[in-house]
Nanobody, 123 residues
Framework: QVQLVESGGGRVQTGGSLRLSCAAS????????VAWFRQAPGKAREFVAM????????RYAESAKDRFTVARNNAENTASLQMSSLKPDDTAVYYC????????????????WGQGTQVTVSS
């Protein structure tokens, strides 16, 4: 079992930056890939970014490329999402997820989820 807790959300203006953190508890965090998803009101949960457990390879949604950076620190059992050049369309609840058993950009294949952290970008 892995428990995930996100933090770092808040309200920023367009063009601003935020760094989200995901703190994990459990013995196998370093064995799992980690992803970030987001969900805006009335919309489906969508993939944002992912980092592999072994080679730290990353994948990004088109909307996140060149603006967001995903990272992890296995020694500290943490993952992060650095977001810059934020836009109002980035407003959503952001979730950290771990342990995927399928296509990484599909929410249903991720087994462990945090409770989410709200990001609001005002124009």
């Amino acid at each position: 079992q892995v428990q995930l807790v996100e933090s770092g959300g808040g309200r920023v203006q367009t063009g601003g930056s935020l760094r989200l953190s995901c703190a994990a508890s459990g013995k196998r965090f370093s064995d799992y890939s980690v992803a970030w998803f987001r969900q805006a009101p009335g919309k489906a949960r969508e993939f944002v970014a992912m980092i592999n457990w072994n080679d730290f390879g990353t994948r990004y949604a088109e909307s996140a490329k060149d603006r967001f950076t995903v990272a992890r620190n296995n020694a500290e059992n943490t993952a992060s999402l650095q977001m810059s050049s934020l836009k109002p369309d980035d407003t959503a609840v952001y979730y950290c997820a771990a342990y995927s058993t399928g296509r990484y950009d599909t929410p249903e294949v991720w087994h462990y989820w945090g409770q989410g952290t709200q990001v609001t970008v005002s124009s």
